[in-house]
């Protein structure tokens, strides 16, 4: 396992997904800009370790006061683990969605889909631009 790699600069999804990869290991969250159209998150259900997802197929569901909405995985792989945390305690997707409360890793199958995702310019300017 190589440890000299670091945590690469996070991409994003037009369903305003994130994710940064470490080996080949991706975590996956939503974006702020995303908690910031749901409001108050009450309810985070993450994926089945082994289960197997693809490229913007839906893998968790986040609920919150005003809505429920489906996360897709920017990304096709294994989930290797959930975020138990966001499971115990949905709220904190709305304190910390880019960092601490990720919503699950998968092993990457196939890195050159990264390809098709936004740097962190590109999703703000996308947001700015489509705002729902």
Not at 14 to 34: L, M, N, P, R, Y
């Amino acid at each position: 396992m190589q440890n000299k790699e670091t945590m690469s600069e996070k991409k994003f999804s037009k369903k305003h997904e994130w994710v940064s990869v470490d080996g080949d290991v991706a975590t996956v969250g939503i974006t702020k800009h995303a908690t910031e159209m749901l409001g108050d998150i009450v309810f985070v259900e993450v994926p089945e370790i082994g289960k197997a997802i693809e490229q913007n197929n839906q893998a968790a569901v986040v609920e919150s006061t005003k809505a429920a909405s489906d996360v897709y995985s920017p990304i096709s792989g294994e989930v290797i683990e959930g975020n138990k945390l966001i499971v115990d305690d949905p709220s904190s997707v709305n304190s910390d969605p880019e960092g601490a409360s990720w919503f699950f890793k998968i092993k990457i199958k196939d890195s050159s889909e990264l390809d098709n995702l936004m740097t962190k310019s590109d999703y703000d300017k996308f947001t700015a631009e489509n705002p729902n």
